[in-house]
């Protein structure tokens, strides 16, 4: 199976609208930090998953 989804672009993306929405004054320049910093985990954890194989785990049964 093969993903079409990429992160990197998905991140430019959503760090883009942040930006527009903080230019747009509809959040605070502390909303824009913290949404920053959230997003760059997500981006981060998504990068964990997709780097791994996937794996059924037993609790899941």
Known sequence: MTYNFDP????????DLLVFRRGQ??????????????L????????LR????YQIHPETD
């Open 8 to 15: 990197d672009k998905w991140y430019d993306n959503e760090y």
């Open 25 to 38: 004054k509809k959040m605070t320049s502390v909303q824009f930090e913290t949404a920053v910093a959230d």
């Open 40 to 47: 760059e985990k997500r981006h981060q954890q998504m990068w």
């Open 50 to 53: 997709l780097d791994n194989t």
